[in-house]
Structure formats: structure tokens, C-alpha cells
Nanobody, 117 residues
Framework: QVQLVESGGGLVQPGGSLRLSCAAS????????MGWYRQAPGKQRELVAA???????KYADSVKGRFAMSRDNAKNMAYLEMNRLKPEDTAVYYC???????????WGQGTQVTVSS
């Protein structure tokens, strides 16, 4: 059974930092892409960051320079380091994994990130 489990969400003040982690298990084929999406109340789900197996990365314009994604291929783990957080970063953050470049075949349950004073 495929599972993606996110952790590290919570409440943080504006300007603060959080680190999200994602553990993937039960995926038999090699994972190509791992990514992070987010969905704020009343808004569509959007890509935050993604990294392919060969290291190519892409980020949403709104997080460039503040967020950094990394992954550990051997452990099927992904991380999202979020710095200088803003209230507009408040959302449920989802981890994804895909078997092809930039695909999203599997999704986690999400972890809430709230940026508020």
C-alpha cells in the first residue's frame, strides 16, 4: 500500500521558519518526481516545489528565494525548508510523488501550516 506521510506543519509567526518532511513507502517502482503542493481556503491547489530524480527543480514564483526543497532518494524522503514565512503561505501542504518526470501519482493527506501573529 502506497503511503506518503507529511510532518512538520504547525503555527508560526510571520517571518518564522518551518521544515516539512515527507516519507514515502510502499512504492515499488523507482520514484522520479517528488513535490509539494498547497491549498489555501477558498483557493485552488497549487504547486509549491518539485524535484525530479536527476535533480531538476521548480518552484512557484511566490516562494522562490524563501523555500528550498530537497530529497533523499535512498530513503524516499522529501523535505521543504520554509523561511521568511508570510500569512499568505497559510495552507494545507501536500507531498506528492510520481513515477514519471513531473507527474503526481500519489498524494499524502496533508499537513496544516498556519502563519499568524
Amino acid at each position: 500500500q502506497v503511503q506518503l506521510v507529511e510532518s512538520g506543519g504547525g503555527l508560526v509567526q510571520p517571518g518564522g521558519s518551518l521544515r516539512l518532511s515527507c516519507a514515502a513507502s510502499g512504492i515499488i517502482a523507482p520514484i522520479n518526481t517528488m513535490g509539494w503542493y498547497r491549498q489555501a481556503p477558498g483557493k485552488q491547489r497549487e504547486l509549491v516545489a518539485a524535484i525530479s530524480r536527476d535533480g531538476a527543480a521548480k518552484y512557484a514564483d511566490s516562494v522562490k528565494g524563501r523555500f528550498a526543497m530537497s530529497r533523499d532518494n535512498a530513503k524516499n524522503m522529501a523535505y521543504l525548508e520554509m523561511n521568511r514565512l508570510k500569512p499568505e503561505d497559510t495552507a494545507v501542504y501536500y507531498c506528492t510523488s510520481g513515477l514519471r518526470t513531473w507527474s503526481n501519482d500519489y498524494w499524502g493527506q496533508g499537513t496544516q501550516v498556519t502563519v499568524s501573529s
